[in-house]
């Protein structure tokens, strides 16, 4: 098993309730595909760089994440098709990071 650091950004106007169900369906993606998620961080609404789709804010979501690189590409192609994800990034790490991240520690 490999280890890969995923960040997802959703749209704003998400509920609570809506976040949680897509956070079920990336968890059952990562299962249906032999992963698993090792540790989490809600780092909540923050204002993005530049619009993407329109929108100025984000719901972003960190996760620490095991599964087979050959299973990434298939991961990603789902996560592009979601239309409540409006970007996602995931990159393979030697270890993963302790938590909190460096960007929890700065916000206290």
């Keep these: 098993m490999n ?3 995923a960040i997802l950004l959703f749209t704003p106007d998400l509920s609570s309730t809506n976040i949680k169900q897509q956070e079920d369906l990336f968890k059952k993606l990562l299962d249906d595909n ?14 993005l760089s530049y619009n993407i789709k329109n929108n100025k804010k984000a719901f972003y979501k960190y996760y620490q994440i095991e599964i087979e690189g050959k299973n990434i590409q298939e991961i990603k192609r789902i ?24 960007l929890l520690k700065t916000e206290n």
């Excluded at 090792?38 to 923050?46: F, K, P, T």
């Excluded at 592009?80 to 909190?100: A, D």
Aim: negative net charge; without cysteine; glycine residues 4%.
């Design 34 to 47: 032999k992963g698993s998620i090792i540790a989490s961080e809600d780092w909540g609404l923050r204002d």
């Design 3 to 5: 280890k890969f650091e």
């Design 79 to 102: 996560l592009t098709q979601n239309e409540k994800i409006i970007r996602h990034l995931i990159i393979k790490v030697e270890n993963h990071e302790e938590l909190p991240t460096k």
